[in-house]
C-alpha cells in the first residue's frame, strides 16, 4: 500500500511540472500574439504611436513641425535643445543644416526620416514587450514552484526523519533560481546585441545617402562621404554574410548615380525596405532563440529541485 502522504507529494510534484509547462505555453500564446502585431503592423500605425518612446516622440513631433513648415520660406530655427535618439538627431541635424547652406526643400527626406523613426521606435516596443514578458514568465514560474516545494515538502515531513527543506536548503535554492535568471538575462542580451546591432550602422548609412541624394549633393560627396563609412563597417562586420547584399546594393546605387545621374530615391526606398525586412526576420530569430533559452533555464533551475526532492523520498523508502 502506498502511503497517502507520498500520493499527496507526487500529485504536488505533477501539478507542479503542469503549471511549469502552462507558463511556458502562456509565454508561446504572446509571442505568437507580438509576432502576429509585428506582422501587419500598418493596420495599427496610430495606435503604435501613441505608444512612442519619449525621446522618439518628441523627436517625431519636431519633425511634423518642421515638414509642415518647409515651403520654401525662411529657414525654421533650430529649438535650444534638440531631443535625442539613437542616431535620428543627428540625422535630422545633417537635414537642416543642407536645408540652411543650400536652400534646398527638404520635406521628402523629413519624411524617410519620419517613416524611419516609426518603424524603428516600434521595433523597439516589440523588444521590450518580450523582454517583459519573459520577466514576468520567470517571476510566475518562481512563485508557482516555492508553492509547490512547500507543499512537497510539508506532504512528506511525516515520512522523512530529517526535513526536506533546511534554511541551508532553501538559501541555496535561491541562490540557483537567481543564478538561473541572471544568467538569462545575461545570454538574451548577448543574443540581443549579436542580431541587432550592426542595423542602426546601416540604417545610418542609406537614410543619410538619401538625406544627400535629396538635397542635390554632387555624387563627389556622396561617394567621399558614404565609401569612408561603408570601409569602416565593412571591417567590423566582415564574418556577417546577412548584410552582404546590403552593402553590394548601396555600391550599386553609388555607382549608377555616378554614371546615370537623376534621382535614386526608388532604389534607395527599395533596399531601405530590405533591411527592414532583414531585422524583421532576426527579431522572429530573436523570439525562437528567447523561447529555447527558457526551456533550457527553467528546466535546469527551476524543474531539476523537484528531481531533487524525489530522489531524495524515494531513497529513504528504498533503505526500508
Known amino acids: 500500500m502506498i502511503p497517502i502522504n507520498l500520493l499527496s507529494a507526487l500529485l504536488s510534484f505533477i501539478l507542479a511540472l503542469l503549471s511549469l509547462r502552462g507558463a511556458l505555453l502562456f509565454e508561446s500564446k504572446i509571442l505568437q500574439h507580438k509576432a502576429y502585431f509585428f506582422k501587419y503592423h500598418q493596420s495599427h500605425?496610430?495606435?503604435?504611436?501613441?505608444?512612442?518612446?519619449?525621446?522618439?516622440?518628441?523627436?517625431?513631433?519636431?519633425?511634423?513641425?518642421?515638414?509642415?513648415?518647409?515651403?520654401?520660406?525662411?529657414?525654421?530655427?533650430?529649438?535650444?535643445?534638440?531631443?535625442?535618439?539613437?542616431?535620428?538627431?543627428?540625422?535630422?541635424?545633417?537635414?537642416?543644416?543642407?536645408?540652411?547652406?543650400?536652400?534646398?526643400l527638404m520635406r521628402e527626406s523629413l519624411r524617410s526620416l519620419k517613416d524611419g523613426l516609426i518603424e524603428d521606435t516600434r521595433f523597439e516596443k516589440s523588444l521590450q514587450g518580450l523582454e517583459l514578458s519573459s520577466n514576468l514568465q520567470f517571476l510566475f514560474i518562481a512563485l508557482m514552484s516555492w508553492i509547490f516545494i512547500l507543499l512537497f515538502a510539508r506532504s512528506t515531513k511525516t515520512m522523512m526523519p530529517e526535513p526536506l527543506l533546511t534554511p541551508s536548503l532553501t538559501l541555496l535554492l535561491l541562490f540557483w533560481q537567481g543564478g538561473g535568471y541572471l544568467l538569462y538575462l545575461k545570454l538574451q542580451s548577448h543574443i540581443k546585441q549579436k542580431l541587432f546591432a550592426p542595423f542602426s550602422h546601416y540604417f545610418y548609412l542609406f537614410y543619410n545617402f538619401r538625406a544627400m541624394e535629396r538635397a542635390n549633393f554632387s555624387w563627389a560627396h556622396i561617394t567621399s562621404e558614404l565609401q569612408e563609412e561603408i570601409a569602416m563597417l565593412t571591417q567590423k562586420e566582415q564574418a556577417n554574410s546577412d548584410f552582404t547584399n546590403s552593402r553590394d546594393r548601396l555600391y550599386q546605387i553609388m555607382e549608377l548615380g555616378q554614371v546615370v545621374g537623376g534621382e535614386l530615391t526608388r532604389l534607395?526606398?527599395?533596399?531601405?525596405?530590405?533591411?527592414?525586412?532583414l531585422q524583421k526576420e532576426r527579431f522572429r530569430r530573436f523570439m525562437g532563440s528567447c523561447k529555447v533559452l527558457k526551456m533550457l533555464i527553467t528546466t535546469i533551475f527551476f524543474i531539476l529541485p523537484y528531481f531533487y526532492f524525489l530522489f531524495k523520498l524515494f531513497s529513504h523508502f528504498t533503505k526500508w
Do not use: M
Open 268 to 277: 534607395l526606398d527599395e533596399a531601405i525596405d530590405d533591411l527592414w525586412f
Open 45 to 104: 500605425r496610430v495606435s503604435c504611436l501613441s505608444r512612442l518612446q519619449e525621446g522618439s516622440k518628441q523627436l517625431l513631433a519636431l519633425i511634423n513641425h518642421l515638414i509642415s513648415c518647409d515651403n520654401g520660406s525662411a529657414f525654421t530655427p533650430l529649438p535650444s535643445s534638440l531631443p535625442q535618439y539613437k542616431f535620428y538627431t543627428e540625422l535630422l541635424v545633417k537635414i537642416l543644416n543642407h536645408r540652411q547652406t543650400l536652400g534646398s
